[in-house]
């Protein structure tokens, strides 16, 4: 995707998360109702193009305090908290509104830095939201901070939405800003600032180029942006960075507006197999020769094709896959040791007779395993 413009880009794209900012969607607290209708429609034209859809945004708290009437200036944690609660009701209804009309269904998810760092609700969260894009839901993903403290929280939406992207496999991540890009300086105060449409790495001299947060209610700046992107290129998602506040931002992206891509590192298929193959294992999964042959077309390895399970290791661990010849890679663990031992062996509906709970059909996914 490196040699793809944004518009190339976007069209290529399979998967792809919007990030959008509270001043873009709120302005002096009330919602942008015409602008997210609008979205809507770029939203569903993406859909129709087979593309799954994820929204990051913010404005939980922009809207929250606009009907608590709660002052201008800077909020109490407690404030925060109590406006993003009433907020965030009417952020998900905002959205439900401006996609029902189009036939698109759509899903909230609150997360925090918790659940991205720890490894069991990194994973809850993957299977959440692969199963709502799987349904065909468009996700609508927001910082918890109803609940999250500065020790709990990724503190922009940027960030947040880089790791969205990576968790989910995404092609494409598109922040939509109140710039319309990366600049060799600030285009605000520095007259020879030069626009940079295509980024191919971020190097020490593209890192230098951005500057501080500056943004009203936003909380991040172009900083963040070059971080997200860092995080996001460096899993095989390329990134967008576009001004978002005409009506219909993806379709002027699509019609050539000014914008800065930021090249994907690989794909993410790639780099995700990368990652696993680098991990160090935990166990030791062994397979018949059956399950060979079965992984060598690409199939998930089922609990019927291991014979026995060595080592201790909880779900999400990276495990050796070794079968009668040998080691055959990596995989990460869709049970824990004691878990994988009962069920080895065994058809995938016996599963919850056994564990006493309605399983997942693999026992290592072939999207989790790099042979």
């Known amino acids: 995707m490196a040699a793809l413009s944004p518009a190339a880009a976007l069209d290529a794209s399979r998967r792809v998360v919007i990030k959008i ?49 709660l002052p201008a200036g800077a909020l109490s ?92 496999g995404a092609d494409l991540l598109v922040l939509l800003s109140d710039v319309d890009g990366l600049y060799s300086g600030n285009p605000q105060t520095d007259p020879e600032a030069q626009h940079l449409a295509h980024v191919e790495r971020i190097t020490p001299k593209i890192e230098a180029m951005a500057g501080e947060p500056v943004s009203g209610l936003s909380k991040g700046g172009m900083k963040t942006k070059v971080m997200a992107a860092k995080t996001a290129t460096t899993a095989g998602c390329a990134m967008i960075i576009t001004a978002g506040a005409e009506a219909h931002p993806l379709a002027r992206l699509r019609e050539g507006a000014r914008a800065t891509l930021f090249a994907a590192q690989g794909d993410p298929r790639s780099a995700r197999k990368r990652w696993i193959a680098a991990m160090k294992p935990r166990g030791v999964v062994h397979v018949d020769g059956g399950a060979v042959r079965a992984l060598a077309q690409g199939k ?41 031992s009962a069920i080895a062996g065994h058809r995938s509906h016996e599963i919850e007779a056994i564990l006493n709970y309605p399983g997942r059909v693999a026992l290592i996914h072939r999207d989790e395993m790099a042979l």
Request: overall charge negative.
């Open 21 to 69: 900012g509270s001043a873009l969607l709120v302005e002096g607290g009330a919602l942008r109702a015409p602008w997210l209708q609008a979205l809507a429609q770029d939203v569903a034209a993406l859909r129709g193009r087979g593309a799954d859809v994820v929204i990051v945004s913010s404005g939980s708290i922009a809207l929250g305090r606009g009907a608590l009437h």
């Open 77 to 168: 944690l407690e404030q925060s908290q109590a406006a993003a609660s009433v907020g965030q009701i009417r952020l998900a209804r905002a959205y439900e509104e401006a996609l029902a009309p189009h036939g698109i269904a759509t899903g909230q998810v609150l997360l925090t830095l918790d659940d991205t760092q720890n490894r069991r609700r990194y994973l809850n969260s993957r299977a959440t939201l692969a199963t709502l894009l799987g349904l065909g839901v468009v996700p609508i993903v927001n910082e918890n901070d109803t609940i999250a403290t500065d020790e709990i929280r990724y503190g922009d939406n940027d960030r947040l939405a880089a790791q969205v992207a990576v968790t989910i």
């Open 300 to 340: 998930s390895l089922l609990p019927a094709g291991v014979v026995r399970i060595e080592g201790v290791f909880q779900r999400g661990d990276p495990v050796t896959i070794a079968g009668p010849e040998g080691p055959l890679g990596l995989g990460l663990a869709g049970y824990s040791s004691p878990e994988a």
